[in-house]
């Protein structure tokens, strides 16, 4: 081998390895977080800004399942990654809107004892 085919063979097996490294797999794990996520924010029936966030995390989604498709994983990976956190949120808000309404249900429920009390010492 000559010195110019030595290069040659070095600059190829450098490209090489080098494609294989920045190879990138299909982000199926950050799809399927996503996915499980949302269906887990679904199932508290979200209202108000839970239900807001939980649209966006379908829309992130959306555009992640698109983005892999056309074979850009790591756009669809960052994607996944922001549905998961949207579907977190809108779990989140969700949880905090039905522990206010058990809240105000019990200090509703808590007047009216009182009340009842009031009454029935009075007599």
Same mark, same amino acid.
């Given at each position: 081998? @000559?010195?110019? @085919?030595?290069?040659?063979?070095?600059?190829?097996?450098?490209? /090489?390895?080098?494609?294989? $490294?920045?190879?990138? =797999?299909?982000?199926? @794990?950050?799809? &399927?977080?996503?996915?499980?996520?949302? $269906?887990?924010? =679904? %199932?508290?029936?979200? %209202?108000?800004?839970?239900?807001? &966030?939980?649209? #966006?995390?379908?829309? *992130?989604?959306? &555009?992640? *399942?698109? !983005?892999?498709? +056309? %074979?850009?994983?790591?756009?669809?990976?960052?994607? #996944?990654?922001?549905? @998961?956190?949207? #579907? =977190?949120? #809108?779990?989140?808000?969700? =949880? !905090?809107?039905?522990?206010? /309404?058990? $809240?105000?249900? +019990?200090?509703? %429920?808590?007047?009216?004892?009182?009340?009842?009390?009031?009454?029935?010492?009075?007599?």
């Amino acid at each position: 081998m @000559t010195l110019s @085919t030595l290069k040659i063979h070095t600059v190829f097996l450098f490209l /090489l390895v080098s494609t294989t $490294v920045w190879a990138v =797999e299909p982000p199926v @794990t950050e799809l &399927s977080a996503a996915q499980t996520a949302i $269906v887990q924010a =679904e %199932r508290l029936s979200p %209202r108000g800004t839970a239900a807001q &966030s939980l649209e #966006a995390a379908r829309s *992130q989604l959306a &555009s992640a *399942q698109a !983005l892999s498709e +056309k %074979r850009k994983y790591r756009d669809a990976a960052d994607r #996944a990654r922001r549905a @998961t956190v949207m #579907a =977190e949120l #809108a779990k989140a808000q969700a =949880e !905090l809107a039905n522990a206010r /309404l058990s $809240v105000d249900e +019990k200090s509703a %429920r808590n007047a009216d004892l009182r009340r009842q009390l009031l009454i029935n010492t009075e007599r």
